[in-house]
């Protein structure tokens, strides 16, 4: 029973990601218009690393480690309880996109990671910027 509701709690925690995953892709966007949002160090940075990791492991055709653990918690629980596939095509694309296909999800994961690393790259937050500043001047020596 208790693997059980760990693995129903890594879902709630699942869910959360993709929602934390979805808000920054549109901080980001918004932040083209709202210039102080560019400042919000930590969640970007959070954001940006874990965006880059989904989408490598999308474009690899891998399933995200959450996944995996749930369905190893699953296992261990009942092993008839186990889904084939991934997070996504078992909760999410049968609420939004039923009968998709995978490359559906996969494509746009990429090009928001790409996006989003982009915008990261070109306008880092401030704490960063300065960072990145401080350590190339001892660098050069200026």
Known sequence: M?????ADILVILHFAWILFMLAGFFITVLAFRMKHLFELCVFRTVHVLGIVYISVLAAM??????TVWENALRRRYS???VY?????A??????VYPGVDPIVIVVPTVLIGLFTAAVFLVRPPGKIKKAIIRVLGKVTGR
Not at 2 to 6: G, H, I, K, Q
Not at 90 to 95: A, V
Request: aromatic share 16%.
């Open 2 to 6: 208790v693997y059980r509701v760990l």
């Open 90 to 95: 078992r909760y999410i694309e049968r609420l």
């Open 84 to 88: 084939p596939g991934s997070f996504i």
């Open 61 to 66: 055709g891998r399933y995200c480690p959450l």
């Open 79 to 81: 092993p008839s309880t």
